[in-house]
């Protein structure tokens, strides 16, 4: 069945880095285009970056560009989000989701930015 297993959460300073992973399985990951979502407490989940299912074109937030970094492994079926000069208010679930002919969610990660 399809999965797509986030990981790399947590709890970081202000200024701080993560690196969230997606793994994904049960699908063909090369084919499909993959994207980091995040939903913050009492708002809607928000589209962070995408890339497409070669790697070659990447899209972001604007309030994300510059720090933050989408990329992807398809050997591995991996989707990665660098995540550097984070902010409190980057404190959210992180989501990844395959965009194709279906679209799959994952279960999110907590990350969260605090002193």
């Known amino acids: 069945q399809v999965q797509l297993v986030e990981s790399g959460g947590g709890l970081v300073q202000p200024g701080g880095s993560l690196r969230l992973s997606c793994a994904a399985s049960?699908?063909?990951?090369?084919?499909?285009?993959m994207s980091w979502y995040r939903q913050a407490p009492g708002k809607e989940r928000e589209l962070v970056a995408r890339?497409?299912?070669?790697?070659?074109?990447?899209n972001y937030a604007d309030s994300m560009k510059g720090r933050f970094t989408i990329s992807r492994d398809n050997a591995k079926n991996t989707v990665y989000l660098q995540m550097n000069s984070l902010k409190p208010e980057d404190t959210a679930v992180y989501y990844c989701?395959?965009?194709?002919?279906?679209?799959?969610w994952g279960q999110g990660t907590q990350v969260t930015v605090s002193s």
């Open positions: 989701k395959a965009v194709g002919r279906k679209d799959y």
């Open positions: 049960g699908f063909t990951f090369s084919s499909y285009a």
């Open positions: 890339i497409s299912s070669a790697g070659g074109r990447t």
